[in-house]
């Protein structure tokens, strides 16, 4: 069993920046993914960027020169640095693992963002 433990969400204006953690921990396979996505308003739940364990990354065309993902070992925790955020990125964002044809889902965290 793998259990995510996600923190960061909140509000801030547009320009600003957050950043989300979520720190991974249980049966870990060694190859695996940590992603975040997010679901915003009107929209269905879509991809903002990916990390595997080696470190490569991969980023949706909107994340792409905003946001960075990160990850620190061994504490298996993965980071989304999001900065210059616009109304638009509001919205649930949850951070994903998946390992060895498991996935599991976190349990979500708000980000809203104010012109």
């Known amino acids: 069993q793998v259990q995510l433990v996600e923190s960061g969400g909140g509000s801030v204006q547009a320009g600003g920046s957050l950043r989300l953690s979520c720190a991974a921990s249980g049966d870990i396979f060694f190859r695996h993914i940590m992603s975040w996505y997010r679901q915003t308003p009107g929209k269905q739940r879509e991809l903002v960027a990916s990390?595997?364990?080696?470190?490569?990354?991969n980023y949706a065309a909107f994340a792409e020169g905003r946001f960075t993902i990160s990850r620190k070992d061994p504490n298996k925790t993965a980071y989304l640095q999001m900065n210059n955020l616009n109304p638009n990125d509001s919205g649930v964002y949850t951070c994903n693992y998946w390992g060895q044809g498991h996935e599991v889902w976190g349990q979500g965290t708000q980000v809203t963002v104010s012109s």
């Open positions: 990390i595997n364990a080696g470190g490569s990354t």
